[in-house]
C-alpha cells in the first residue's frame, strides 16, 4: 500500500505551488487512476513517486516503510514509464531491453527471461531486431511499458501511456495494463482520458491545480441519487426550469439537467411542451467522470 500524506511541492522560480496537501491511501493490488486536466500536478506527483523530486513536505511511504528507505532495500520496487519515450533510437528492441536490464542490474540468466518476458507481455515478438526508431507510434509505446517492466516491479507508475498512438494499440495497451495486478504489478496511472480511467481503473483520485478534488471507488463516484439527464430540444430551455434543474448547457440547444429522481421525468416533459418545447433526443443515465469533473470545478476536463 502507498501513503502519500499532506504532500506539497513547488517548482524553483515559481509562485504556484505544483502540488498542494496531497493525501491519498493507494491499496496494492489494483490499477489506480489519477485523473486531471493538462497542469493538473500528475506528473509532479508521480515524479515525486518515483524519486526523481523530493517533497517539499510531507510524507510517502510504500507498505509502512518511508518510501527512499522502500527503494534502497529493493531499488527495482518501484519502476516508472514517463510521457517521453525512455529508450534509445538507433538500438534495436532487444539491444534497448539488453542495455536497460543492464542499467537494473540483471544478471544474463535474469535479463534473458525478463527480456523475453517483457517482449512477450508487450507483444513486441516480431520487432526485437528493428531499430527503435523505425517503429510506429504504438510500437514505441509497448517498448517504453516493456522496458519498465524489467525488473518485475511491484508498482509500476505510467504517466499517460497512450499518448499519441492509434485507437487499436491503445486497445492493446489498456488491456495489457488492465492485466499486470494479477501478474503482481500494481499499477498507478495517469491520464487525462476519462474513458481510460473508466475502464481500466477501480480505484481513483481526480486531480486538479495540484489538489485531490475527490478520491474513492470509481462506483462510488459515478454513483448519484440524482440522475442526469440529456436533451436536445428545438428552441432554448426556458430559464425558470433551467435554475431548477440545475442545468448545464452543452452547446447548440443541448442541456445537461439534474432531476431529483428518475420519477419527476414526465413532469419535466409535461412542462418542456407547455412550454412550446419539443426534444429531440433524451438520455437519461448515470454520471460519467467527466460530468463529475465538471460539477467540481465548472470546466471541462479537455479545457
Ligand atoms: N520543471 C518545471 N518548472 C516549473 N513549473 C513546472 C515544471 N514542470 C511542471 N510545472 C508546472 O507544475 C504544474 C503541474 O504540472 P504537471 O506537469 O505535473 O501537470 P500534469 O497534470 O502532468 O499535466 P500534463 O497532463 O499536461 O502532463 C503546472 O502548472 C506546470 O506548469
Given at each position: ?28 493490488g ?5 485523473l ?60 534497448n ?35 527503435a ?11 517504453n ?6 525488473g ?12 499519441g ?5 491503445r ?24 474513458e ?37 430540444l ?12 440545475a ?44 460530468q ?9 476536463l479537455r479545457?
Amino acid at each position: 500500500m502507498l501513503r502519500i500524506d499532506g504532500v506539497s511541492y513547488r517548482y524553483r522560480n515559481t509562485d504556484t505551488p505544483a502540488l498542494r496537501e496531497i493525501s491519498l491511501v493507494i491499496p496494492a493490488g489494483g490499477v489506480y487512476g489519477l485523473l486531471g486536466p493538462n497542469g493538473a500536478g500528475k506528473t509532479t506527483l508521480i515524479s515525486l513517486l518515483a524519486g526523481l523530486l523530493t517533497a517539499g513536505n510531507g510524507e510517502i511511504s510504500l507498505n509502512g516503510q518511508p518510501l527512499a528507505a522502500a527503494r534502497a532495500a529493493n531499488p527495482r520496487a518501484i519502476a516508472l514509464v514517463p510521457q517521453d519515450y525512455a529508450f534509445y533510437p538507433m538500438l534495436t528492441v532487444s539491444e534497448n531491453l539488453r542495455f536497460f536490464g543492464g542499467v537494473l542490474g540483471l544478471s544474463g540468466a535474469e535479463q534473458k527471461t525478463q527480456s523475453a518476458a517483457a517482449i512477450a507481455f508487450a507483444r513486441l515478438e516480431q520487432v526485437g531486431g528493428k531499430r527503435a526508431d523505425q517503429l510506429s507510434g504504438g510500437l514505441r509505446r509497448r517498448l517504453n511499458l516493456a522496458i519498465g517492466l524489467l525488473g518485475r516491479p511491484q508498482l509500476l507508475l505510467l504517466d499517460e501511456p497512450t499518448v499519441g498512438v492509434d485507437p487499436q494499440s491503445r486497445h492493446f495497451l489498456l488491456d495489457a495494463i488492465a492485466a499486470l495486478p494479477a501478474a503482481g504489478t500494481s499499477v498507478i496511472y495517469t491520464s487525462h482520458y476519462m474513458e481510460e480511467v473508466e475502464a481500466i481503473c477501480p480505484q481513483i483520485a481526480i486531480i486538479d491545480q495540484g489538489q485531490v478534488l475527490v478520491d474513492g471507488t470509481l462506483a462510488d463516484l459515478l454513483r448519484s441519487p440524482e440522475p442526469l439527464l440529456e436533451l436536445t430540444l428545438d428552441r432554448p430551455l426556458p430559464a425558470e426550469l433551467g435554475e431548477r434543474y440545475a442545468a448545464r448547457h452543452d452547446g447548440a440547444l443541448k442541456y445537461c439537467l439534474q432531476l431529483p429522481s428518475t420519477a419527476a421525468l414526465p413532469g419535466l416533459l409535461d412542462e418542456l411542451a407547455a412550454a412550446g418545447c419539443t426534444a429531440h433526443q433524451l438520455n437519461l443515465g448515470q454520471h460519467n467522470l467527466e460530468q463529475v469533473f465538471m460539477q467540481l470545478t465548472h470546466r471541462s476536463l479537455r479545457d
